[in-house]
């Protein structure tokens, strides 16, 4: 009976925290900051990354963010990350597998280390809608949580490929 009513308490203090609300606005205050972005200057492509893409790929976004300075193209490109990535990455490095656990650990390092800006590459970006690397091209993490109201939910059994692809799709409905 103790444990249950400490259950209970704990519910109703994160119900009084009302996180999804303040995730809500937040991806509202990132869809607002990259559609003013978008007006502002043209990028060549929008990128949504899916987990198997950095598992499989752990310098993915990297390449992504100077693929146009390769091509000699000087529109940069924007890399959507959604924070179900790095939850199902979380989970695949505990995987007994140990090829799939050091894959998602190299995924995850390389995430942290584009997302902190601790690469020469990456400058701050003063709209904070992400990380802007200095050649231009941007990298958006994107909050999810199942008690946000603001993505689809595409089927009744929601796993992580259709959280991803709630989350872009919702991206896709918010530009202008």
Do not use: W
């Amino acid at each position: 009976m103790n444990r249950e009513l400490s259950k209970k308490s704990f519910l109703n203090i994160f119900e009084g925290l009302n996180l999804s609300g303040k995730l809500e606005k937040l991806v509202k205050a990132t869809f607002d900051g990259l559609n003013k972005e978008l007006k502002d200057k043209e990028y060549e492509h929008i990128y949504g990354i899916d987990t198997n893409i950095i598992h499989g790929f752990p310098q993915a976004i990297s390449i992504l963010a100077q693929m146009h300075e390769m091509e000699k193209d000087e529109k940069p490109n924007i890399i959507i990350v959604s924070d179900v990535i790095r939850r199902e990455l979380n989970g695949l490095k505990k995987s007994e597998n140990i090829d799939k656990a050091i894959d998602a650990r190299l995924a995850l390092t390389s995430l942290y280390r584009d997302y902190i800006g601790a690469l020469d590459h990456i400058k701050h970006d003063e709209e904070n809608i992400g990380v802007r690397f200095s050649n231009g091209s941007i990298l958006l993490l994107l909050p999810y949580s199942r008690e946000m109201n603001i993505y689809p939910k595409l089927r009744e059994d929601f796993g992580g490929d259709d959280q991803i692809l709630s989350c872009m799709l919702k991206l896709r409905d918010s530009l202008d």
